[in-house]
């Protein structure tokens, strides 16, 4: 099994930053690899829906209403990544998500394979 400990969330003011940090770890043993790493995102009613993702070649992928204001950034010897969240709006208000695709671990000597794994979340908010 694979853990994902998001930190970073927090009160900010329209226009302003912040950055999450999605860290993931192997329960049972240490991680070889992440393939795709994703930030979602979630409000009240609503679907969760997809940020931005990474794969393991640094290839990113955003949605179109963060681009040009969010960048997505991958440590591939911790098995982290970053959202740097720029000139954010109201409607940025949410629960952010870490998930970690095909996530490789050693469970003694066998590596196995953590298909789809969640964070718990962390909350922003964005208002005056």
């Known amino acids: 099994q694979v853990q994902l400990v998001e930190s970073g969330g927090g009160a900010v003011q329209p226009g302003g930053s912040l950055r999450l940090s999605c860290a993931a770890s192997?329960?049972?043993?240490?991680?070889?690899?992440?393939?795709?790493m994703s930030w979602y995102r979630q409000t009240p009613g609503n679907e969760r829906e997809l940020v931005a993702s990474?794969?393991?070649?640094?290839?990113?992928n955003y949605a179109d209403f963060v681009k040009g204001r969010f960048t997505i950034s991958r440590d591939n010897a911790k098995h982290t990544i970053y959202l740097h969240m720029n000139n954010l709006k109201r409607e940025d208000t949410a629960i952010y998500s870490c998930?970690?695709?095909?996530?490789?671990?050693?469970?003694?000597?066998?590596?196995?394979?953590?298909?789809?794994?969640w964070g718990q979340g962390t909350q922003v908010t964005v208002s005056t």
């Open positions: 998930h970690a695709n095909n996530a490789l671990y050693y469970s003694g000597d066998f590596l196995r394979n953590a298909y789809d794994s």
């Open positions: 192997g329960i049972s043993g240490r991680i070889f690899s992440i393939d795709v």
């Open positions: 990474i794969n393991g070649e640094a290839v990113k």
